[in-house]
């Protein structure tokens, strides 16, 4: 699901709300309902046809502030990178891609998998693990930037190059990660 798609409203799950919110990488657009966040990406990253990453609200859906445990939980985050992002996750996604997201959220923040280390891990193939890699809704709260190819840095969020790859080295630099895979640069 695009997060540039993704407009407020009620689903089956319940009432999703969305809301954006400024850190290190830039905005962030985020989606949530009760049970959890659905989606948290970057808002450079969305959909050219919603600029700020969703549908604006109306008077049915109007945009709601990020909720306190959630900026809470990212604010924690952007100042203490090893101690990863805890949050409650309603992200969609098939019974398959929720498998691979509850394999990359067992990584700790500073260590790395190849995509091949959790494809004989999980039984299944390399590029199937890009695959929901790619799908992940939730950056960050869902880590497929932990995810790195046998040979280098790998993709992150359908790139192998440009801004997109800075955020994944940034977020393992910020994490602790070794420096020799992914630089000392900044964003």
């Known amino acids: 699901m695009k997060a540039?798609?993704?407009?407020?409203?009620?689903?089956?799950?319940?009432?999703?709300q969305s809301g954006v919110l400024a850190t290190p990488l830039?905005?962030?657009?985020?989606?949530?309902?009760?049970?959890?966040?659905?989606?948290l990406n970057l808002a450079a990253d969305l959909d050219p046809e919603f600029p700020e990453g969703i549908a604006p609200g109306d008077d049915k859906n109007p945009r709601e502030p990020v909720p306190l445990a959630i900026r809470a939980a990212?604010?924690?985050?952007?100042?203490?990178?090893?101690?990863?992002?805890?949050?409650p996750l309603a992200a969609r996604g098939t019974d398959f891609q929720h498998r691979i997201w509850r394999a990359l959220r067992a990584i700790p923040p500073g260590?790395?998998?190849?995509?091949?280390?959790?494809?004989?891990?999980?039984?299944?193939?390399?590029?199937a693990i890009g695959?929901?890699?790619?799908?992940?809704?939730?950056?960050?709260?869902?880590?497929?930037?932990?995810?790195?190819?046998?040979?280098?840095?790998?993709?992150?969020?359908?790139?192998?190059a440009g801004r997109r790859l800075e955020v994944k080295r940034w977020?393992?630099?910020?994490e602790g990660a070794v420096t020799a895979l992914v630089g000392t640069g900044e964003l």
């Open 4 to 16: 540039g798609r993704l407009r407020s409203g009620t689903l089956a799950s319940g009432v999703v």
């Open 131 to 160: 695959g929901a890699c790619r799908a992940n809704p939730c950056l960050i709260a869902v880590p497929c930037h932990r995810v790195i190819a046998r040979d280098g840095l790998g993709g992150f969020a359908g790139d192998v």
């Open 171 to 174: 977020l393992l630099r910020h």
């Open 111 to 127: 260590a790395t998998r190849t995509y091949g280390d959790l494809a004989r891990q999980l039984g299944t193939s390399a590029r």
């Open 74 to 87: 990212l604010a924690r985050y952007f100042d203490e990178g090893e101690v990863g992002l805890n949050l």
């Open 26 to 39: 830039g905005t962030l657009v985020l989606a949530w309902e009760a049970a959890g966040l659905v989606c």
